[in-house]
């Protein structure tokens, strides 16, 4: 058996066409969603996927703008930087680009974003909303998955979904957001007795753990849907999952490839989430 390849990129075509219809609407209605993206230090990871979203920004017609700011700049620097943001009027959305360095609390800058500009999903208040199953702003990557998943017609109710991986930005929200869709959930960890027992038992296998290739198809049902989230190089330096894609696929119903699957997504989410707020925004404007 071949699995069905879920192409991320094409989704995340499909979908950011749309925003930019949106963004056009705000546009012509005097809004113009604006995402301010903030990065400290020198961090070349960090430039990089800051640069790949500003591009995807102005690609779809919204401003980006952004903030340098050298690895000296203090906490307190810093939080006044995002209140300065958090009071203008032309930006829908901010985001602090992570890892942040060791003297400055990544929990008080996530507590000082404004939750109305809060387009990542990590402030406290929307992450109380997403499991109270209010509508707020969904943490990208998982909530990029559940887009895919749609899109594909994969039927979550009833079904048993594993999440390797607990961390606060990908792996509980995802299990959370799979949950209020009706699957049971597992969550597995590095210190999950056994992991394969588990996964072997997955309708729905997201794989966030950030170990090339390590779910070999000793791992995986077989028709089960697999959700590679890892971003690896291997032995060659070649981007790759968390799944060992060539082996996995031969047994697999559904699996997403990396590169070209939950990454586009999870920039598309943040456009997204970035244009929902300058849209709450104009109603609020038009029932005031
Ligand atoms: P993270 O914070 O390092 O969390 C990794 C998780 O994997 C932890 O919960 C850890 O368990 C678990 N783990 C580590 N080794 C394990 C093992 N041998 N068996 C079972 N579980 C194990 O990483 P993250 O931020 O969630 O990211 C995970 C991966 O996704 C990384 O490769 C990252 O680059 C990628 N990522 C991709 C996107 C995208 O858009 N494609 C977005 C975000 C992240 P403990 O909690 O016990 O330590």
């Known amino acids: 058996m071949t699995a069905h390849l879920i192409d991320g990129k094409k989704i995340a075509?499909?979908?950011?066409?749309?925003?930019?219809i949106e963004v056009g609407e705000l546009v012509a209605a005097g809004v113009k969603p604006g995402l301010a993206v903030i990065?400290?230090?020198?961090?070349?990871?960090?430039?990089?996927?800051?640069?790949?979203?500003?591009?995807?920004c102005k690609a779809i017609g919204m401003e980006s703008v952004l903030m340098e700011l050298?690895?000296?700049?203090?906490?307190?620097?810093?939080l006044n930087h995002i209140e300065e943001l958090n009071n203008r009027d032309d930006i829908h959305g901010i985001l602090v680009q992570l890892p942040l360095p060791d003297h400055i609390s990544e929990?008080?800058?996530?507590e000082t974003i404004s939750p109305e500009k809060d387009v990542d999903g990590f402030h406290p208040i929307?992450?109380?909303?997403?499991m109270t199953g209010q509508n707020t702003f969904l943490p990208c990557t998982p909530f990029g998955i559940m887009q895919m998943l749609?899109?594909?017609?994969?039927?979550?109710?009833?079904?048993?979904?594993?999440?390797?991986?607990?961390?606060?930005?990908?792996?509980?929200?995802?299990?959370?957001?799979?949950?209020?869709?009706?699957?049971?959930v597992t969550y597995?960890?590095?210190?999950?007795?056994?992991?394969?027992?588990?996964?072997?038992?997955?309708?729905?296998?997201?794989?966030a753990i950030?170990?090339?290739?390590?779910?070999?198809?000793?791992?995986?049902?077989?028709?089960?849907?697999?959700?590679?989230?890892g971003m690896n190089r291997d032995e060659n330096g070649k981007l790759c999952g968390d799944v060992d894609f060539t082996d996995v696929a031969g047994k697999v119903g559904s699996i997403t490839p990396v590169p070209g699957g939950v990454g586009p997504m999870t920039i598309t989410m943040l456009l997204y989430n970035t244009v929902q707020s300058a849209k709450n925004k104009l109603n609020y404007r038009n029932q005031g």
């Open 188 to 207: 597995c960890h590095s210190k999950t007795d056994d992991l394969a027992s588990y996964t072997r038992e997955a309708d729905i296998l997201v794989a």
């Open 39 to 56: 990065l400290v230090g020198d961090n070349q990871a960090s430039r990089t996927y800051v640069t790949n979203k500003q591009k995807s």
């Open 150 to 184: 749609k899109y594909e017609g994969i039927s979550i109710t009833g079904k048993h979904a594993v999440i390797i991986g607990r961390s606060n930005i990908v792996g509980k929200p995802m299990g959370q957001l799979l949950l209020n869709e009706n699957a049971t």
């Open 13 to 20: 075509a499909e979908t950011r066409k749309n925003l930019q």
């Open 210 to 229: 950030g170990k090339a290739k390590m779910i070999t198809a000793d791992y995986v049902k077989e028709g089960a849907v697999v959700i590679d989230v």
């Open 107 to 110: 929990t008080k800058v996530i």
């Open 70 to 78: 050298p690895e000296s700049v203090t906490e307190k620097e810093l």
């Open 126 to 130: 929307n992450i109380g909303k997403m």
